[in-house]
T-cell receptor, first 114, second 113 residues
Framework: AQSVTQPDIHITVSEGASLELRCNYS??????LFWYVQSPGQGLQLLLK??????LVQGIKGFEAEFKRSQSSFNLRKPSVHWSDAAEYFC????????????FGQGTTLQVKP | NAGVTQTPKFRVLKTGQSMTLLCAQDMNHEYMYWYRQDPGMGLRLIHYSVGEGTTAKGEVPDGYNVSRLKKQNFLLGLESAAPSQTSVYFCASSYSKVVSEAFFGQGTRLTVV
């Protein structure tokens, strides 16, 4: 079955430090992969997506993610975290079939220390 | 540029009451979805629609019904609310039958007491 795992429920980093959020997926073919961010009390906003091609994808707000097929991973990175990056981050994979359904991971809450 | 709009934003229901959540999108998207978000469980798909007049069950459909009478609207109904339906509900839409970016509403926080 398709699934997404985000191993880290909470992560705390200092402002200015680098960030890596982990995402592992289970999928039998080439996956469509997404990272969304949810600020407190808000809806989900797309940070970046991978459909095909270059395995390093750039997103908004200075985020990037790398697709590694051999490790079934799609980790999100940012070289220098800002206090405004504190939020919940969701990794998702597109479900099989032409329906646009998404399967989400459990989410990772990022706290940024001043 | 409204995007996806959900109504209401907050609601408190008593057990056994019914209600309807409304989702409206102005992007002419074919595909619409209802998810629920619970702590530690991410978002789980309740029902979805691949076009006007169509609906289908998602991962957690029990206790919910949906309708898509107009392309721009997707309604989620709770006929007899239960405390287990306390959650944050998100509507989303997308424009392609191949997996594409989904656009999300702001969410509806529902508490069933």
């Amino acid at each position: 079955a398709q699934s997404v795992t985000q191993p880290d429920i909470h992560i705390t980093v200092s402002e200015g430090a680098s960030l890596e959020l982990r995402c592992n997926y289970s999928y039998g073919a080439t996956p469509y992969l997404f990272w969304y961010v949810q600020s407190p009390g808000q809806g989900l906003q797309l940070l970046l997506k991978y459909f095909s091609g270059d395995t390093l994808v750039q997103g908004i707000k200075g985020f990037e993610a790398e697709f590694k097929r051999s490790q079934s991973s799609f980790n999100l990175r940012k070289p220098s975290v800002h206090w405004s990056d504190a939020a919940e981050y969701f990794c998702a994979v597109g479900a099989r079939g032409n329906t646009g359904k998404l399967i989400f991971g459990q989410g990772t809450t990022l706290q940024v220390k001043p | 540029n409204a995007g996806v709009t959900q109504t209401p934003k907050f609601r408190v229901l008593k057990t056994g009451q019914s209600m309807t959540l409304l989702c409206a999108q102005d992007m002419n998207h074919e595909y619409m979805y209802w998810y629920r978000q619970d702590p530690g469980m991410g978002l789980r798909l309740i029902h979805y629609s691949v076009g006007e007049g169509t609906t289908a069950k998602g991962e957690v459909p029990d206790g919910y019904n949906v309708s898509r009478l107009k392309k721009q609207n997707f309604l989620l109904g709770l006929e007899s609310a239960a405390p287990s339906q306390t959650s944050v509900y998100f509507c989303a839409s997308s424009y392609s039958k191949v997996v594409s970016e989904a656009f999300f509403g702001q969410g509806t926080r529902l508490t069933v007491v």
